[in-house]
């Protein structure tokens, strides 16, 4: 509704309820869309998404300049949400791009920007292995990633995934300080057709606790030292 338009996309986002959709015209939001600082996505359902986005064609970059701790997105909880459209700069003062927690799942993240955060593009953390995970990262660009890493690659990922049944797929990671995909933990992970280069680690899948039965077919990876592990 233009006549009760917001000026943030942060009380755009406070005026939703489930399986709402958040149109956010172009334009660069000095916010943060964070969990801890208020921000909470009401959930959809498995056939209706609560969904946030661009726009049409609107070029919307969420971009956080006054703070100095914390993550550009953070979701605690939330469920069948969907974000499409949307260029995420950390500023190089964010830690993470996106943050997944608190038993979040079924949610997508379809053609997002990533860039400029200290340590991880895309983080889904483990809260409850039996409910959270089977979220979505499909058409994305992470990039420049990793300018905090403490001396560690290790420390560093353009996507960490924690979580189970996650999906990766037609999605590039470069200039990672660290490593492209990162699915060392969780269980039955999918990495498809998706290009990482230019990082320090191209993918890994390898080790962890948990063992992980990871699934990965058609990637393109190169120049990266060293091209997995």
């Known amino acids: 509704d233009p006549a009760n338009a917001k000026l943030t996309a942060k ?5 939703l309820a489930g399986s709402d959709t958040l149109q956010i015209h172009a334009g660069t ?5 964070s969990f801890d600082e208020g921000v909470r996505f009401p959930s959809g359902t498995a056939i209706a998404h609560t969904v ?11 971009k956080a300049t006054t703070t100095s701790i914390g993550h550009v997105v953070t979701l605690d909880g939330d469920a069948y949400v969907e974000f499409k459209n949307l260029i995420l700069n950390g500023n190089l003062v964010l830690n993470v791009g996106i943050q997944q927690q608190g038993a979040s799942h079924h949610n997508v993240y379809r053609n ?7 340590n991880i593009g895309i983080n889904f953390t483990q809260y409850d292995l039996s409910s ?10 992470i990039h420049d990633i990793g300018t905090f ?16 049944d996650n999906i990766v797929e037609h999605t590039e990671t470069y200039n990672i300080s660290g490593t492209g995909p990162n699915a060392r933990h969780g269980n039955r992970t999918i990495l498809r057709y998706n290009t990482s280069h230019n990082n320090v680690e191209g993918f890994s899948s390898s080790g962890g606790s948990m063992k992980p039965a990871a699934v ?10 060293p091209t997995y592990s």
Not at 150 to 160: K, P
């Open 112 to 118: 997002i920007e990533v860039k400029n955060t200290l």
């Open 216 to 225: 990965i077919h058609d990637i393109i990876v190169h120049k990266n030292l």
């Open 132 to 141: 959270d995970g089977n979220n979505l990262i499909v058409d994305s660009t």
């Open 52 to 62: 946030i986005q661009a726009y049409s064609t609107d070029v919307v970059t969420i």
């Open 11 to 15: 009380a755009g986002v406070a005026c």
């Open 29 to 33: 939001y000095d916010e943060v869309l």
């Open 149 to 164: 890493c403490g001396g560690q690659a290790s420390n560093c990922s353009a996507i960490y995934l924690q979580t189970n």
